[in-house]
């Protein structure tokens, strides 16, 4: 009987040792977890700022490019006008 109660002892004591490492864990693992969330959530907030950041680049980028064929177009027609002008002097000359 003795035995037995020794052993009930320690059956116990070792089933609170694992309870108690059990705990530990998922404590350990449930601030790892807040951890990783909050990293996620960190790289969302960043990607989607990045994301209007390229946006706004890509609208500034075509701006520029029409301003740049409209002045490529008014240039075109200023040297045409001036040629067809030069030309009619030219002719009118002879």
Same mark, same amino acid.
């Not at 040297?79 to 030219?90: A, E, I, L």
């Given at each position: 009987? #003795?035995?037995?109660? %020794?052993?009930?002892?320690?059956?116990? #004591? $070792?089933?609170? +040792?694992?309870?108690? %490492?059990?705990?530990? +864990?998922? @404590?350990? &693992?449930?601030?790892?977890?807040?951890?990783?969330?909050?990293?996620?959530? &960190?790289?969302? #907030?960043? $990607?989607?700022?990045?994301? &209007?950041?390229?946006?706004?680049?890509? @609208?500034?980028? /075509?701006?520029?490019?029409? /301003?740049?064929?409209?002045? /490529?177009? #008014?240039? /075109?027609?200023?040297?045409?006008? @001036?040629? %067809?002008?030069?030309?009619?002097?030219?002719?009118?000359?002879?």
């Amino acid at each position: 009987m #003795e035995q037995q109660r %020794k052993n009930s002892g320690e059956s116990q #004591e $070792k089933l609170r +040792n694992k309870l108690q %490492k059990s705990q530990e +864990n998922a @404590k350990l &693992a449930m601030k790892e977890l807040k951890d990783v969330k909050q990293k996620v959530s &960190a790289c969302k #907030e960043e $990607k989607e700022t990045y994301q &209007a950041e390229s946006q706004q680049m890509i @609208k500034e980028k /075509t701006k520029l490019e029409l /301003t740049k064929q409209d002045l /490529t177009d #008014e240039v /075109t027609g200023d040297n045409n006008s @001036k040629v %067809k002008w030069f030309s009619s002097q030219y002719k009118s000359s002879f």
